[in-house]
């Protein structure tokens, strides 16, 4: 019969073993590279759909259109300076989207948090998508309600970005 300290040393060897054989797996199976994708790197950016927003795979390698940077766009610098008394939460350029954290302005358990969705990479009205949301709390903040912001509002933090925008587009363009 087998002493329990030798059983639990085979026990461990096998768990070791199970482990690093796991750790070892097929990267193909992972997704990582796909059996039918090329082997250039050049042609499996451009095979492989990113789902950025702003800056597509080919615009990456110079297909035809022009790379542009976050510090570039203009609708996301003017939000960025726009927004800049707001401690931001999550910023994600290539996804189009920036959130602000929650903002207590009236010291009255009121806080709001802005969205700000961008749908392209151009000077328009169209290009942003504003949402607004309030948070209302109790006096000893036990209890919070998040709602919609007012349209009103949204429409207020639009224009203001999309004034920014054209002053440092005018700016831009005088250099």
Same mark, same amino acid.
């Given at each position: ?9 085979? !026990? ?6 199970? !482990? ?45 259109? &022009? ?13 960025? +300076? ?24 009236? &010291?009255?358990? &009121? ?6 969705? !961008?749908?392209?990479? +151009? ?9 607004? !949301? ?42």
């Amino acid at each position: 019969m087998m002493s329990k300290k030798l059983i639990n040393s085979y !026990f461990l060897v096998i768990l070791l073993g199970l !482990f690093l054989n796991g750790c070892n797996s097929n990267k193909k199976d992972e997704g990582l590279i796909k059996k039918d994708e090329p082997i250039n790197m050049k042609e499996r950016i451009l095979a492989r759909n990113d789902g950025m927003i702003f800056n597509s795979a080919k615009n990456a390698i110079g297909g035809g259109r &022009q790379y542009e940077f976050a510090t570039s766009n203009v609708l996301w610098r003017a939000t960025l +300076e726009s927004l800049k008394e707001i401690p931001i939460l999550s910023a994600n350029y290539s996804g189009g989207l920036l959130v602000t954290d929650w903002i207590d302005v009236s &010291q009255k358990g &009121q806080s709001y948090k802005i969205q700000v969705t !961008f749908k392209s990479n +151009e000077l328009s009205t169209n290009s942003i998508e504003i949402k607004t !949301f309030l948070k209302t709390c109790s006096e000893n903040y036990m209890s919070c309600k998040v709602s919609s912001g007012s349209e009103k509002t949204n429409e207020e933090v639009k224009i203001k970005i999309l004034n920014k925008a054209r002053e440092l587009k005018i700016q831009s363009s005088k250099k």
